[in-house]
């Protein structure tokens, strides 16, 4: 659902630059828990237009056979002011 977002975005023309921080990370056993910023800034070349969003993210991780793995996400836009 995230990458689709972000797909989107993905046009000629249009320069899309994302930078993820990890706020938190958490392990007990085998579940992690990872807290995530997203900041994204959208260019348009041709008008030189710019927009920014913000994303937080909160991802849970499980290990199996010794391999972390994917398990669940939720996220949500922040709004952005001007």
């Known amino acids: ?10 046009h000629p023309g249009i320069i899309t630059s994302t930078v993820p921080t990890a706020d938190e990370i958490l392990v007990s056993g085998n ?10 800034t959208i260019a348009d070349e041709a008008g030189g ?9 909160l991802q849970i991780w499980r290990r199996e056979n010794g391999a972390w793995k994917f398990f669940r996400r939720m996220w949500h836009h922040i709004k952005v002011s001007p």
């Open 1 to 10: 659902m995230f990458a689709k977002a972000y797909r989107q975005m993905m």
């Open 31 to 40: 579940l992690a828990v990872v807290r995530m910023s997203w900041s994204t």
């Open 49 to 57: 237009q710019k927009s920014s969003r913000q994303t937080r993210d």
